[in-house]
T-cell receptor
């Protein structure tokens, strides 16, 4: 069966520090991968998606970046964190193309607090 | 602007009772509508997925309905259990702007359901 792992589960970082969040998927190949952010009281916001190794598309301009060095690995990074980067970051995968009746599968997220 | 609005924002019900959560959307073009359940501190889990041609879909005690004409959906929970306490998120699927063959999900803010004994 397929599984998705995110780490760390929680992270507290000072303003201006770098960031690296990792997500890996097991049990499938060539998945679509997604990074979302969920701010308090707001819906999930798509940050990045990838349909293959080295292929990254950004939906929201910001100081974050994403990379996909391997087929089932997706990394969210920042060189200098801002206070506004605080939130709950979720990685997800799907195995299909639009139009799709298949669900996206989410990891358990990383709670990021910027001090 | 594509939007998904959910009501109520929060709801408290007694264990064993039924409840209905509402979702109105303006997303266009529209592919399908999903309901997710998100436990506190966890990632969302898919409950139902309906295309625009489907009117209803069930998953155990969860039944989702869709009216594509009025752009409304509801999630009905029957005989609620304490484990149903969670946020329920309505999500509408549409193609991504880049046309890369993938799609984007527009999320509502969710309804926070609390089931009490």
């Amino acid at each position: 069966s397929q599984t998705i792992h995110q780490w760390p589960a929680t992270l507290v970082q000072p303003v201006g520090s770098p960031l690296s969040l990792e997500c890996t998927v097991e049990g499938t190949s060539n998945p679509n991968l997604y990074w979302y952010r969920q701010a308090a009281g707001r819906g999930l916001q798509l940050l990045f998606y990838s349909i293959g190794i080295g292929q990254i598309s950004s939906e929201v301009p910001q100081n974050l970046s994403a990379s996909r060095p391997q087929d089932r690995q997706f990394i969210l990074s920042s060189k200098k964190l801002l206070l506004s980067d605080s939130g709950f970051y979720l990685c997800a995968w799907s195995k299909d193309r639009f139009p799709s009746n298949q669900p996206q599968h989410f990891g358990d997220g990383t709670r990021l607090s910027i001090l | 602007k594509n939007q998904v609005e959910q009501s109520p924002q929060s709801l408290i019900i007694l264990e064993g009772k039924n409840c209905t959560l509402q979702c109105n959307y303006t997303v266009s073009p529209f592919s399908n509508l999903r309901w997710y359940k998100q436990d506190t501190g966890r990632g969302p889990v898919s409950l139902t997925i309906m295309t625009f041609s489907e009117n209803t879909k069930s998953n155990g005690r969860y039944t989702a309905t869709l009216d594509a004409d009025t752009k409304q959906s509801s999630l009905h929970i029957t005989a609620s259990q304490l484990s149903d306490s969670a946020s329920y998120i309505c999500v509408v699927s549409l193609p991504l702007n880049s046309g890369a063959g993938s799609y984007q999900l527009t999320f509502g803010k969710g309804t926070k359901l609390s089931v009490i004994p």
